[in-house]
């Protein structure tokens, strides 16, 4: 099983990284396979740490795909030297335990340590999915046939348009405009 979550990691300097990225669920904790070269890949190899957010904003995930925003608030995670989104329903702290390295996405295998809950799920939204979705697209605009992208977001828009609120169409708007301003750059 993959979770969309948000990973935060820090850099050697300290300064914080905040990335979404699907977790897979292994034994004791997580998978995590980001992609070379990244901020949060650097940063996993020298902190070999990071906190595993869980959040049903869309507009975390919309905003670090599209670059809407790029300092969203932490504070210091509990047992790890990290931080955590302050926007977090839940987060859980981890450690890297073993590396396999890969030319294109490394594999790191992470054991939780530590896990809270701050606040508390009020359940499924088909716009918070849709947005997920949406922004796992545009993060792939440069290796997706532009049907394919028109045709699926045609199709999430629905859940948008029948079941988000105000900061679920606001991160569907990053979303729309990012593919448009690709395809404006793609004609030229």
């Not at 099983?1 to 905040?18: D, K, Y």
């Not at 979404?20 to 020298?46: C, H, I, K």
């Not at 948008?160 to 448009?180: F, H, S």
Request: aromatic share 6%; charged share 25%.
């Amino acid at each position: 099983m993959i979770r969309e979550t948000i990973v935060t990691t820090l850099s050697p300097s300290g300064e914080p990284q905040v990335a979404p990225m699907g977790a897979s669920v292994v034994e004791g904790g997580y998978l995590l396979q980001p992609f070379r070269p990244s901020r949060t890949l650097d940063n996993l190899l020298s902190a070999r740490a990071g906190v595993v957010n869980l959040t049903d904003d869309a507009r975390i995930f919309a905003g670090c795909i599209t670059g809407r925003h790029r300092s969203w608030p932490t504070v210091p995670a509990s047992r790890i030297a990290g931080v955590r989104l302050e926007a977090a329903l839940a987060h859980e702290e981890f450690e890297v335990s073993r590396v396999e390295e890969d030319t294109v996405r490394p594999r790191f295998f992470c054991r939780v340590v530590h896990q809270e809950s701050h606040a508390p799920f009020l359940g499924l939204n088909r716009a918070v999915a849709a947005v997920v979705e949406g922004a796992i697209l545009v993060s792939r605009l440069h290796m997706l046939d532009p049907e394919r992208v028109d045709r699926e977001m045609n199709y999430l828009s629905v859940a948008v348009e029948k079941t988000a609120g105000p900061a679920e169409r606001e991160a569907w708007d990053w979303l729309c405009e990012t593919v448009a301003d690709h395809r404006a750059r793609a004609a030229s």
